[in-house]
């Protein structure tokens, strides 16, 4: 009988001093601080800072650190050039994945694991990874790619890079917020396969391209959109109803649903609950907001008692939509947040760095006899 914990559930396998969860109370901490005053007073630049160096900036420290972000927006005439070669038919978590690979290209000591050479990285990609997606998203619609505007802030200036419009300052804190929301989340899967490569000793590249290609998968950041799918299926808010408890009955999941840690409600879940109907009342989205809200109410009643509430993607399907982007963005929004988590446990795992490599339960036979292939 295998010893092995299916989904390694409660193995803990690494420290962290970013994000603490209790999945029994629906708590969410960045370096101590509660989810709920970072998302309502903070910025994700801010909420960078402290994760990568623990503790809040001074506003100098804010300023300089902005600035650096901010000098790095900007896209290199080759990574352009592989953005304008990528058929438009692609799904747009591949090209970011494709991409982010490619920046090691270009940087002349691609490999160092130096803690400052591996934070100045990720720094980079972080920038750049809006612009990534935002100039794969215009190429696809036949429009030229936008240059960054340094003076906006990372949500600014990617609504800026997609649309060619300044935002609003009620769409910028609203994106923002869902930087900050989404930034770190312990030993998820994808921040795992992060740790997992950069443990040895490979490079930061290959580390948050690994992280991007977890992401991606329904079960983890790509629930986001698997919710919105769901959501358009159903025609009303009348059709809820039939629509979950039809999915409940044949045991499909209902994305946006169920947590490994969290057995209470996800505390993102809240704030983006709050977010997510003021944005659809203010831009015509009402609607979808009503069908998200049963759908809850209908999983609150059948499955609450097992521990299955609404997680982070599911109002955060609404929040976008509601923002105006498409639906196979969502998951890349996921991705440039999390690049600052990823990044930041690149540099946990480096500076007490040791291999990573579990073992295996072999439950296969033994002592079977070679069969020449002429005798199979
Ligand atoms: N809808 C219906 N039933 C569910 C759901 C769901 N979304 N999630 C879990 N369950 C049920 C599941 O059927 C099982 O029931 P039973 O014990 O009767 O067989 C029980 O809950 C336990 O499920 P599990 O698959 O063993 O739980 P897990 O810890 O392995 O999976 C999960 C966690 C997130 C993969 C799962 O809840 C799920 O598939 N959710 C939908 C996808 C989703 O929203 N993913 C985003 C996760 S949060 C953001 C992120 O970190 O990426």
Redesign the pocket.
């Known amino acids: 009988m295998s010893t092995a914990a299916?989904?390694l559930?409660g193995v803990v396998a690494a420290e962290t001093e970013m994000s603490f969860i209790d999945g029994e109370k629906g708590v969410l901490e960045y370096v101590g601080i509660a989810i709920d005053p970072l998302a309502r007073h903070s910025t994700f630049e801010e909420t960078v800072f402290l994760l990568w160096n623990k503790r809040l900036p001074k506003a100098d420290e804010l300023a300089a650190f902005s600035k650096d972000l901010r000098s790095n927006y900007g896209l290199s005439k080759e990574t352009k050039r592989l953005i304008a070669l990528m058929p438009t038919s692609a799904q747009p978590m591949h090209v970011l994945r494709t991409i982010v690979s490619s920046l090691a290209l270009d940087d002349p000591d691609p490999n160092s694991t130096d803690r400052s050479a591996v934070q100045a990285k990720g720094l980079r990609i972080l920038a750049q990874a809006p612009a990534i997606v935002a100039a794969f998203d215009r190429h696809r619609r036949g429009l030229e790619i936008i240059e960054p505007d340094s003076s906006l802030s990372f949500a600014a200036n990617f609504l800026w890079l997609l649309n060619g419009e300044k935002p609003t300052d009620t769409m910028e804190r609203a994106f923002d917020a869902c930087m900050i929301l989404h930034a770190d989340?312990g030993l998820?899967?994808?921040t795992f396969a992060c740790r997992v490569i950069i443990s040895t000793l490979s490079d930061i590249y290959s580390a948050i391209t690994g992280a991007i290609g977890a992401?991606r998968g329904?079960?983890?950041?790509?629930?986001?959109e698997?919710?919105m799918v769901a959501l358009n299926e159903v025609g009303s808010v009348g059709e809820v109803e039939d629509f979950v408890m039809g999915?409940?009955k044949r045991?499909?999941?209902?994305?946006?649903?169920?947590?490994?840690v969290y057995k209470a409600y996800?505390p993102r879940a809240t704030y983006l609950k709050t977010l997510a109907k003021q944005l659809a009342e203010d831009t015509g989205n009402a609607e979808l907001y009503e069908k998200s809200s049963r759908v809850e109410q209908i999983?609150e009643r059948e499955?609450a008692a097992?521990?299955?509430y609404p997680?982070?993607?599911?109002y955060s399907a609404t929040t976008y939509h509601s923002i105006g982007l498409k639906l196979d963005l969502f998951t890349p929004m996921?991705a440039l947040s999390r690049i600052a988590g990823w990044t930041g446990h690149a540099l946990e795992q480096l500076d007490a760095n040791r291999l990573i490599r579990p073992k295996a339960d072999y439950v296969g036979p033994h002592d079977k006899p070679y069969v020449s292939m002429d005798k199979r």
Request: cysteine-free; proline content about 2%; overall charge positive.
């Open positions: 299916k989904g559930e989340h998820n899967a994808s992401l329904p079960l983890h950041g790509g629930a986001n698997g919710v999915k409940l045991k499909e999941r209902i994305m946006g649903f169920g947590h490994r996800d999983m499955v097992k521990g299955i997680n982070v993607d599911f996921f």
